[in-house]
């Protein structure tokens, strides 16, 4: 072990009321590590309260606060739940380590102590917390590249349906703003019954972007006709929903267990035109049966429609938007989750104005 780089790099507490065994523990640690010294549970917590070292030495017999009473404040605290705990004690018993191991401990080192297995127990558990360190830094590069590797895929995915139309990825932008605003308004709320864990409202503001996608299989003289469709154009256009959740299952299927964040882009493409009282498409789905993602997207999509241009009609107000959105509440909307969003809708106008 290169001692130089020890001493800078690792600290630890050792709390202990014998001055004798407290003096012996610094002599024996301070060629490895730096060592601070507390001479009783009291004086540990006002050290702990601003330094969090690398391991705590503790003896269990202790007045006033014993080394139980201590390691339950150590574990109860989020910055200092993880130092390997090492317990000191002259009682040697099962019903003592079982104690401590339950309370936390890592370890424990029967007194009187000897130099030789004080540095071993010590420097065993310093390189598990390096191991566990470097591991937990692993873990968060290669997620921090799996989310930029998802992200990079949405993104291309969402550019092959902003090709087929130059207003596409106007409306791509626009209605993933006007997701992320409610699914925020949503979350904001806290309401039991439309509860988003961070992770679910990430890929829903995420997978937004893709929720035309299935229009690459339509029809350039049907996706892009200025005038109005016939029913037998329409009856050919509400078929994105059903092409697009295809094209992404099989994503899915080729992308395995790194496929967890599509299948929330498939609630989207697959839902998102299903309408409150069943009357949508393509499942005729109705009520709580249709997924929040894909009401939050109904709501989004829906906006954005009404408040943009287009060569066969001009742009509705926010006002007017909001109008008739409301007035489909209970129709094509969810009345509770319109509610909600209330106080997020003034924001939507914010959005359509600056991505104008």
């Known amino acids: 072990m290169d001692t130089e780089r020890t001493v800078q790099t690792h600290s630890i507490l050792v709390v202990d009321d014998d001055a004798t065994n407290l003096r012996m523990l610094q002599e ?57 705990v090492l317990f000191l004690t002259a009682q040697e018993g099962h019903d003592k380590e079982e104690q401590a191991f339950h309370l936390g401990a890592v370890d424990y080192i029967l007194k009187p102590i000897t130099t030789g297995v004080v540095r071993a127990r010590v420097n065993l558990h310093i390189e598990l917390e390096d191991y566990r360190k470097r591991l937990e830094t692993l873990v968060g590069e290669k997620t921090e590249r799996l989310r930029t590797t998802q992200d990079s895929i949405l993104d291309i ?37 439309y509860y988003l864990s961070p992770q679910y409202r990430d890929n829903i503001i995420k997978s937004s972007k893709l929720h035309d996608i299935g229009k690459v299989a339509i029809s350039d003289n049907i996706l892009l006709k200025p005038g109005k469709l016939t029913p037998e154009e329409f009856t050919e256009i509400k078929k994105h929903t059903t092409s697009g959740a295809q094209m992404i299952d099989d994503a899915i299927r080729n992308l395995g267990d790194d496929s967890s964040f599509l299948h929330v882009a498939r609630e989207i493409v697959i839902s998102h035109h299903e309408w409150w009282n069943g009357s949508g498409y393509p499942n005729g789905l109705s009520g709580a049966d249709i997924p929040i993602s894909g009401r939050v997207m109904a709501i989004s999509d829906i906006y954005d429609s009404l408040t943009s241009e287009r060569p066969y009609k001009g742009a ?41």
Do not use: Q
């Open 316 to 356: 509705m107000s926010h006002d007017e938007a909001m109008r008739v959105i409301r007035g489909e509440t209970g129709r094509h909307f969810d009345p509770k989750m319109i509610a909600l969003l209330e106080d997020t809708f003034p924001k939507f106008e914010e959005v359509a104005k600056d991505l104008d």
């Open 157 to 193: 995915l969402a550019n092959v349906t902003a090709w087929r139309d130059s207003g596409t990825g106007g409306h791509i932008d626009r209605t993933t703003a006007y997701t992320r605003l409610a699914a925020e308004g949503l979350e904001s709320h806290k309401d039991p019954d």
């Open 28 to 84: 024996i640690l301070k060629p490895l590590y730096k060592v601070y010294a507390a001479p009783s549970g009291e004086r540990a917590i006002g050290f702990l309260e601003n330094r969090v070292p690398d391991l705590i030495l503790l003896d269990v017999e202790m007045p006033v606060m014993s080394g139980y009473d201590l390691i339950k404040r150590i574990k109860e605290d989020s910055r200092l739940a993880s130092v390997p």
